[in-house]
């Protein structure tokens, strides 16, 4: 299965971006709880948001907290994160993960989307 990031780009400071993760497998997303990660250049991944299964249970990192908000749809097999008052040091690649646990540890995922440039401008 593949996961596909996109909703990247460039925006200035204080502005908003959602960025979309659709599975290539059918139903693929319901099955799975999600989380987005970002990595900066010279930086290590680091986690972002994750979501249960369900919808029900959401947790973050502590620099979103308060300005992202993921969310999945099950019906459209697609898991969003929404970033608003975005600041320049979240400028970074993006990607969404799928894995059978809530977790903020990377390898607690197993499938990972390609990644999407969102770069904040001051």
């Known amino acids: 299965v593949q996961l596909q990031a996109s909703g990247g780009g460039l925006v200035q400071a204080g502005g908003s971006l959602r960025l979309s993760c659709a599975a290539s497998?059918?139903?693929?997303?319901?099955?799975?709880?999600m989380g987005w990660f970002r990595q900066a250049p010279g930086k290590e991944r680091e986690f972002v948001a994750t979501?249960?299964?369900?919808?029900?249970?959401?947790y973050y990192g502590d620099s979103v907290k308060g300005r992202f908000t993921i969310s999945r749809d099950s019906a459209k097999n697609t898991a969003y994160l929404q970033m608003n008052s975005l600041k320049p040091e979240d400028t970074a690649v993006y990607y969404c993960?799928?894995?059978?646990?809530?977790?903020?540890?990377?390898?607690?995922?197993?499938?990972w989307g390609q990644g999407t440039q969102v770069t904040v401008s001051s």
């Open positions: 993960a799928a894995g059978p646990v809530l977790s903020e540890i990377r390898s607690r995922y197993d499938y």
């Open positions: 979501i249960s299964i369900g919808g029900l249970n959401t």
């Open positions: 497998e059918r139903t693929f997303i319901s099955k799975y709880v």
